[in-house]
C-alpha cells in the first residue's frame, strides 16, 4: 500500500538552528500538507500546498516557516531560527483532491534545545 | 467561531462492549466529516468519512452517524478489543477546502 514517508524520524537541535524536515508524498496525491502536534496537544494544521504554491496556511506559519517542493518526489518544511515552543511531532499528509481523506506520514519529532 | 469538538475525557470500556465516541461542531455545516485513528507517537490513520446526506455509514465492527439537526456526529466500536485502544480524532474540512481541522480526540482504551 503507498505511503508517506518522512525524514527523519526525530532531529535534535539547538535553539536558533535551522531546521529541514522531509516528506515524499504519495505518488499520484497532488496536495500536500504539514501539521503539529505538540505532546499532548491536538493535530494542528500548518499548511497545505498545490501546483508548486502554498495554497492556505495556518496562523502558525508564520516568516520562520517556509515549504518547498524542490523536484518531482520531495516535499520540505524549513524552520529558519528554532525556537524551544516549536518541540512538537511534525506531520506530513497528501491527498488525491481538494478535501479527500489525508494520508499522513510517520511523523517527526523535533526537539529544540 | 467554527469549533469541532470532542470528549476530551478517556473513555474507558471493557473488552466486547461497544464504544461509543461524540463529535459536535458549532457555527458551521459541514459536508462531511471525517474519523481518524492515532495511535501514540504515530500519525493519524483515516477510518471513515460520512456526506451530510448519509445518515449512517459502517465498514466492518465501526459505524458512524450523522445528525445534521443535533450538529453531532458518533462513532461506535461493536465488539471492542483491546487492540482498539488509541486517540479517535473527528476532523471537518476548512472553508476554501485546502485545509482540514482536527478535533482534539477522544482517548479509548479497552480493557480485556
Known amino acids: 500500500e503507498p505511503e508517506v514517508t518522512q525524514t527523519p524520524s526525530h532531529q535534535v537541535t539547538q535553539m536558533g538552528q535551522e531546521v529541514i524536515l522531509r516528506c515524499v508524498p504519495i505518488?499520484?496525491?497532488?496536495?500536500f500538507y504539514w501539521y503539529r502536534q505538540i505532546l499532548g496537544q491536538k493535530v494542528e494544521f500548518l499548511v497545505s500546498?498545490?501546483?508548486?504554491?502554498?495554497?492556505?496556511k495556518s496562523e502558525i506559519f508564520d516568516d520562520q516557516f517556509s515549504v518547498e517542493r524542490p523536484d518531482g518526489s520531495n516535499f520540505t518544511l524549513k524552520i529558519r531560527s528554532t525556537k524551544l515552543e516549536d518541540s512538537a511531532m511534525y506531520f506530513c499528509?497528501?491527498?488525491?483532491?481538494?478535501?479527500?481523506?489525508?494520508?499522513f506520514g510517520a511523523g517527526s519529532r523535533l526537539t529544540v534545545l | 467561531s467554527q469549533k469541532i469538538e470532542q470528549n476530551s475525557e478517556a473513555l474507558n470500556i471493557q473488552e466486547g462492549k461497544t464504544a461509543t465516541l461524540t463529535c459536535n461542531y458549532t457555527?458551521?455545516?459541514?459536508?462531511?466529516l471525517q474519523w481518524y485513528r492515532q495511535d501514540p507517537g504515530r500519525g493519524p490513520v483515516f477510518l471513515l468519512l460520512?456526506?451530510?446526506?448519509?445518515k449512517e455509514k459502517r465498514k466492518e465492527r465501526l459505524k458512524v452517524t450523522f445528525d445534521t439537526t443535533l450538529k453531532q456526529s458518533l462513532f461506535h466500536i461493536t465488539a471492542s478489543q483491546p487492540a482498539d485502544s488509541a486517540t479517535y480524532l473527528c476532523?471537518?474540512?476548512?472553508?476554501?477546502?485546502?485545509?482540514?481541522?482536527f478535533g482534539a480526540g477522544t482517548r479509548l482504551f479497552v480493557k480485556a
Open positions: 460520512i456526506r451530510e446526506n448519509e
Open positions: 505518488s499520484n496525491h497532488l496536495y
Open positions: 457555527n458551521y455545516s459541514p459536508a462531511y
Open positions: 476532523a471537518r474540512a476548512g472553508t476554501g477546502g485546502f485545509k482540514t481541522i
Open positions: 500546498f498545490y501546483n508548486n504554491e502554498i495554497s492556505e
Open positions: 499528509a497528501s491527498s488525491e483532491g481538494q478535501g479527500d481523506v489525508l494520508t
